[in-house]
């Protein structure tokens, strides 16, 4: 039994398995890349974060044992100027407080800058993703 192109039914279902096979096959190698793609993009970014941790924390270690280490001896210096107030050493204490304020704010706001610079969204991941999406936008509309 022929079908006007010289094949049998069977052949040219055997020819659709073989198509299809391969679809199957080049779609798994192409989903495998673009897995492979994130996974490596990823771990870019959370090598940033491993980078990144360490100064955030070396800032807040640094900020805390400052505070220990830093305040009595402050406390004491800035009190002497005002006494024999009674008041000399809340003033002190409210002085070195806002002093340490303004430094731990710094410290945070520079490690959390070289986190958002870095970004932690997959760009590239992204733009091939969407690349794909308009290719294969483009080959759908072209089969039709």
Known sequence: MTNGNARTVPEAINELKQELRQMKEELNEFLGTRVQMLRSEMGEKLRMIRLAAPTMAIGLVLLFTAWLVFTGFLVTIIAQPFMPSPWAYT?????????YAIVGGAAAYLGWKQLRATGLKPERTIRVLEQDRIWLQTEAKSQL
């Open 91 to 99: 003033i002190s204490f409210v002085l070195v407080a806002v002093l």
